[in-house]
């Protein structure tokens, strides 16, 4: 007889692997499918100096402490590290090499469909997270543009611009970072479309999931929830990020609506070559494996209550942002969305 396995997660990261040590608890049947041949999840690919924005003891998955760090906030590697020790400590069934490329759900289970043989199951989690759907904006004369255009996602070192006029595109958390150390290396720009906002200096993730659990606690109660207590600025002041305000980099030139052959066209119709473009400009989310199987918007998300899908049965999310759980996108946040998932699974599978 074929296999049907309880529950089948997508993704190998770590809201795959929060969600298998509840699924473990649970006693249930179950499979996480990595595409990648390592663990570590999308921190595999991400540029060599970024760091966990919270200290060690404020960033780990449910059961199992992130070893302390000799720096203030663990680096990408020891991130790395300790999700793969996490997968062997709570021997989780993964397997890796596996690309999903479709899923059906016909006579009460799911089929899913890999380059291997097809595998079945009662319950999907959908864990993939966005490293998988970066988004660059398309602007006139993008494809005139004959320098070197590359996403965050493929940032790996400053290194690689040396002698290159770089332009750092986006307002967020890895647009501050890569202009800090691009920065040192050559010369950089930094165009954003709003003045960018700074934390304070003592501010870290821990705090930021504080506020999103005050959040997600006034929604449960029905209270409106008081932003004006709380510093929401959106740029976490790690040491790069200090020391380059020290140095005066950390200011923005604005923004542009145009490229052409040798750079930008900046609103004020002034042409500036250079020789770099780095997009900071976010991620979609990679659920486009679900397209036939449900409906998404433009961003990749689909209709939930927290982490379970509205449109079919069976079918959770986790891991993805606050539309699937209040700061599960984070280490610590991802806990209490995979908890719950789990639970609702074992309700889901007895009924």
Same mark, same amino acid.
């Given at each position: 007889?074929?296999?049907?396995?309880?529950?089948?997660?997508?993704?190998?990261?770590?809201?795959?692997?929060?969600?298998?040590?509840? !699924?473990?608890?649970?006693?249930?049947n %179950?499979?996480?499918?990595d595409?990648?041949?390592l663990?570590?999840?999308? #921190?595999?690919?991400?540029?060599?100096?970024?760091? !966990? %924005?919270?200290?060690?003891?404020?960033?780990?998955?449910?059961?199992?402490l992130?070893?302390?760090?000799? +720096?203030?906030?663990?680096?990408?590697?020891?991130?790395?590290n300790?999700? /793969?020790?996490y997968?062997? +400590?709570?021997? !989780?069934?993964?397997?890796?090499?596996?690309?999903?490329?479709?899923?059906?759900?016909? =006579?009460? +289970?799911f089929? $899913?469909?890999?380059?291997?043989?097809?595998?079945?199951?009662?319950?999907?989690?959908?864990?993939?997270?966005? #490293?998988g759907?970066?988004?660059?904006? +398309?602007?006139?004369?993008a494809?005139?543009?004959?320098?070197?255009?590359?996403?965050?996602?493929?940032?790996?070192?400053?290194?690689?611009?040396?002698?290159?006029?770089?332009?750092?595109?986006?307002?967020?958390?890895?647009g501050?970072?890569?202009?800090?150390?691009?920065?040192?290396? &050559?010369? &950089?720009?930094?165009?954003?479309?709003?003045?960018?906002?700074f934390?304070?200096?003592? $501010?870290?993730?821990?705090?930021?999931?504080?506020?999103?659990s005050?959040?997600?606690? /006034?929604?449960?109660?029905?209270?409106?929830?008081?932003?004006?207590?709380?510093?929401? =600025?959106?740029?976490?002041?790690?040491?790069?990020?200090?020391?380059?305000?020290?140095?005066?980099?950390l $200011?923005?030139s604005?923004? %542009?609506?145009?490229?052409?052959?040798?750079?930008?066209?900046?609103? &004020?119709?002034?042409?500036?070559? %250079?020789?770099?473009?780095?997009?900071?400009?976010?991620?979609?989310y990679? &659920?486009s494996?679900l397209?036939? !199987?449900?409906?998404?918007?433009?961003?990749?998300?689909?209709?939930?209550i927290?982490?379970?899908?509205?449109?079919?049965?069976?079918?959770w999310f986790v891991g993805?942002?606050? #539309?699937?759980?209040?700061?599960? /996108?984070?280490?610590?946040?991802v806990?209490?969305?995979?908890?719950?998932?789990?639970?609702?699974?074992?309700?889901?599978?007895?009924?």
């Amino acid at each position: 007889m074929e296999e049907i396995f309880d529950v089948v997660v997508i993704g190998g990261g770590q809201s795959a692997l929060a969600c298998g040590y509840y !699924l473990r608890r649970a006693k249930l049947n %179950f499979l996480i499918l990595d595409k990648q041949d390592l663990p570590g999840g999308a #921190w595999l690919h991400a540029w060599d100096s970024l760091t !966990l %924005f919270s200290p060690a003891d404020y960033s780990s998955l449910p059961g199992w402490l992130m070893p302390k760090s000799e +720096h203030q906030f663990p680096s990408r590697q020891e991130v790395v590290n300790y999700l /793969a020790k996490y997968e062997e +400590h709570y021997q !989780l069934n993964v397997q890796r090499g596996i690309e999903v490329i479709d899923i059906k759900k016909e =006579g009460g +289970h799911f089929t $899913v469909f890999t380059q291997q043989n097809p595998i079945r199951s009662k319950a999907i989690i959908s864990a993939t997270g966005t #490293w998988g759907n970066p988004i660059i904006p +398309h602007l006139e004369g993008a494809e005139d543009f004959k320098g070197t255009q590359i996403h965050s996602r493929n940032y790996k070192k400053p290194e690689d611009f040396i002698n290159k006029k770089t332009l750092v595109i986006g307002e967020g958390n890895s647009g501050a970072q890569i202009v800090a150390e691009v920065s040192k290396i &050559t010369e &950089t720009k930094w165009s954003t479309r709003s003045e960018p906002q700074f934390l304070p200096d003592d $501010v870290d993730g821990y705090y930021l999931f504080n506020v999103a659990s005050a959040k997600y606690k /006034a929604e449960k109660e029905g209270k409106p929830f008081d932003s004006s207590k709380y510093n929401l =600025g959106n740029i976490v002041m790690v040491p790069p990020v200090k020391e380059a305000r020290e140095r005066g980099v950390l $200011v923005s030139s604005g923004t %542009f609506h145009q490229l052409y052959n040798k750079g930008v066209i900046w609103y &004020t119709r002034e042409h500036e070559e %250079f020789d770099a473009l780095i997009w900071c400009t976010g991620f979609g989310y990679d &659920t486009s494996y679900l397209k036939k !199987l449900i409906h998404t918007d433009e961003k990749g998300i689909p209709k939930t209550i927290e982490s379970r899908s509205l449109e079919k049965d069976g079918l959770w999310f986790v891991g993805y942002g606050n #539309w699937s759980g209040y700061a599960s /996108a984070t280490l610590i946040g991802v806990n209490r969305s995979a908890k719950q998932t789990v639970l609702e699974i074992e309700e889901f599978i007895n009924k």
